[in-house]
């Protein structure tokens, strides 16, 4: 199965740290994509990340690829309260294709 | 990005009946998907929805309990058919809107409870 998987399964940090969530997965990839849920809304796009990137920026988010390892993190900076939620790593197999999901990561930022 | 909605966006239902729901984009394009979200779980892809084709379903699913239309290249919709307590899920479908950005935008969603 293509599906990865993601660590750690749930976060919990106070406001203002930085909060790193890591994705593996199992075959060759075209792209990986994160995604942010709040408590069971619909999802957000965050960022897409192609297999000949190793590094991409959006604002407090930082989202690193690694093929050898067949893995990916997310990192968010200086974290607030609002960026509670759970954090989905998804991987497209091919370009303008289906994603597959990993089970996710949920992060609680505490005031 | 793409302006995805579905209907309903909530529903009730009793166990052995069927509920349809409609997915539009705002654009055209060519392949959309359809996803399950179980409670506390991540989001499982159901099927993919050809245009002028049959839909392509993910091992575990059937046309027979999922079945998918896909009349036009904004509009599809997804069946859950005689629903049974496990259909209880959040099911969303999702486009790719072009090919240079490979970016999959997901609908809001529909939760549905089966009683």
């Known amino acids: 199965s293509q599906q990865g998987e993601e660590d750690p399964q749930a976060l919990s940090i106070q406001e203002g740290e930085n909060a790193t969530m890591n994705c593996s997965y199992k075959?060759?990839?075209?792209?990986l994509q994160w995604y942010r849920q709040n408590s069971g809304r619909g999802l957000v796009h965050l960022i897409l990340?192609?297999?000949?990137?190793r590094e991409k920026h959006s604002g407090r988010l930082r989202v690193t690829l690694d093929t050898s390892k067949k893995s990916s993190s997310l990192l968010i900076t200086a974290s607030r309260a609002a960026d509670t939620a759970s954090y989905f790593c998804?991987?497209?197999?091919?370009?303008?294709?289906?994603?597959?999901f990993g089970p996710g990561t949920s992060l609680s930022v505490i005031p | 990005s793409a302006v995805i909605s579905q209907k309903p966006s909530r529903d009730i239902c009793q166990r052995g009946t069927s509920l349809t729901i409609q997915c539009q984009v705002d654009?055209?394009?060519?392949?959309m998907f359809w996803y399950r979200q179980q409670p506390g779980q991540s989001l499982t892809l159901i099927a993919t929805?050809?245009?002028?084709?049959?839909?392509?379903?993910e091992s575990g699913f059937v046309i027979d309990k999922f079945p998918i239309s896909r009349p036009n290249l904004t509009f599809s919709t997804l069946t859950v058919s005689n629903m049974s307590p496990e259909d209880s899920s959040i099911y969303l479908c999702?486009?790719?809107?072009?090919?240079?950005?490979?970016?999959?935008?997901f609908g809001p969603g529909t939760r549905l409870t089966v009683l």
């Open positions: 999702s486009v790719v809107r072009d090919r240079l950005t490979d970016t999959q935008y």
């Open positions: 075959t060759s990839i075209n792209n």
């Open positions: 990340i192609r297999s000949n990137e």
């Open positions: 998804a991987t497209g197999k091919t370009s303008y294709d289906k994603v597959i």
């Open positions: 654009s055209q394009v060519t392949m």
């Open positions: 929805a050809n245009q002028g084709s049959e839909a392509t379903y």
